[in-house]
């Protein structure tokens, strides 16, 4: 996950830790592309709004990157404009705040379809 929010970071980690996932969390997005690499996640959760790159840039990054393609990306944002998000190829929105309960059915769909 990244967002540059440290508090919506542990919320959302614990979270999907108490469900059994296993979480890597980031709030560096220039960063973010290699730590997906060395990582090899199942789903990436971006924030939108970031300092430096925004989330719907990095996740064109990962939809266009020949390894990252088909990795499911949800985007969080309190900016929800659908039709932006959908353009960079995300494959789930949530709109901030959102609930725990919200997040782990996106997730879940997505990760356990």
Known sequence: MLDDNQ??????????????FE???????KNF?????????DLV????KLNGPKGDDIC???KTHHL????PVIICSA????DEFTDCGCDATIAKPFG???????VNGLVCS
């Open 68 to 71: 990252f393609n088909n990795l």
């Open 7 to 20: 508090d919506i970071l542990d919320i959302v980690k614990e979270a999907l830790l108490y469900e059994k």
């Open 45 to 48: 959760i971006l924030d939108y």
């Open 23 to 29: 979480v890597k969390v980031s709030s560096d997005s």
């Open 79 to 82: 900016y929800l404009n659908n």
């Open 60 to 62: 064109r990054q990962l």
């Open 100 to 106: 725990l309960e919200e997040l782990m059915d996106k």
């Open 33 to 41: 592309i290699g730590m997906v690499n060395n990582y090899r996640p």
